[in-house]
């Protein structure tokens, strides 16, 4: 009965694997981003290429307004349950370009709300524009909104709830915002949730067949160029960057280890055989001489 579930096991258990340490990034803009932008939608990304690519991207400093959320403990899984639906249907209905979307960033690296302020604030001094903490209304004015919101809770039954209360807070927000103001940017930074959390992302329903929801929506995003995903590797631990155990090695082993089996017992058995050497001698007595003179 064990062995015709672990393929599927062996399967799960690398799927799985390629989930954790990794959370969602999101941007919407009221205007569309720059198509030369460095700031891209991907399916995976480091952290510390994001937080660079989004300053790169907004230095330009041409809002008014920039907000930045900032939550921990959140996975993709998070947003394929439909637990943030008022900020999945802006991202929705935003222009072409105006969405940026990250599914899984791998937290190696530093991305924070905190440095990304900091180093946006570098930027836009740079060019001669001034922070203020009321509504800006000069043309060099801007006013960037740091938020943190509350830490999703580990147990499942109230992590729905803090998902929908996380996603009013942002929308009325941003709601307040673009209902006066036009020239808006959201940013949504997470952290991951810790390992040992209970995640039904996982589960298997059928021991043969691994559940719809582990599939990545690569149809909504481009891939990134094969430069690109060799960049996002440099760095990584030496167990993270490659796969010393796959399922096509283990079973290759497997075989070996039945082979070697057979040829020692094949072994053992020539080696245990009892034969004299007077077996093979030839026969010079006078019943041998007889026998060749008939």
Not at 45 to 55: G, I, K, M, S, W
Not at 159 to 176: G, L, N, P, Q, Y
């Amino acid at each position: 009965m064990l062995l015709p579930r672990l393929p599927a096991l062996l399967l799960a258990a690398t799927t799985a694997q390629a989930f954790q340490n990794t959370s969602p990034f999101f941007l919407l803009s009221s205007e569309p981003v720059s198509s030369d932008a460095p700031l891209k939608n991907a399916q995976i990304a480091l952290a510390e290429d994001v937080e660079r690519q989004l300053v790169e991207t907004l230095q330009g400093c041409d809002r008014k307004w920039y907000y930045i959320f900032s939550q921990n403990s959140v996975s993709a899984q998070d947003f394929r349950d439909d637990g943030m639906a008022k900020l999945q249907g802006r991202i929705a209905g935003a222009e072409t370009g105006a969405v940026v979307e990250i599914s899984e960033v791998v937290t190696k690296g530093r991305l924070s709300a905190g440095g990304v302020r900091e180093r946006l604030e570098g930027a836009c001094s740079a060019k001669g524009k001034k922070g203020v903490e009321s509504w800006p209304e000069a043309e060099d004015e801007y006013r960037i909104v740091e938020m943190q919101l509350p830490e999703l809770p580990l147990e499942r039954e109230t992590r729905a709830k803090a998902m929908r209360d996380t996603d009013d807070a942002i929308d009325d927000t941003v709601a307040s915002v673009l209902g006066k103001e036009n020239s808006a940017v959201l940013v949504y930074i997470t952290t991951p949730p810790p390992h040992h959390r209970e995640s039904h992302a996982y589960e298997m329903d059928d021991p043969y067949l691994l559940h719809t929801d582990l599939k990545r929506d690569l149809e909504m995003h481009a891939r990134q160029s094969e430069n690109d995903d060799l960049h996002m590797q440099d760095g990584l631990p030496l167990f993270e960057k490659y796969q010393f155990l796959s399922p096509p090695l283990f079973m290759g082993l497997a075989v070996a280890l039945l082979l070697l089996s057979i040829l020692y017992v094949g072994i053992s058995a020539i080696s245990g055989l009892d034969v004299s050497y007077m077996a093979f001698s030839k026969e010079m007595g006078p019943q041998a001489q007889r026998k060749q003179q008939q």
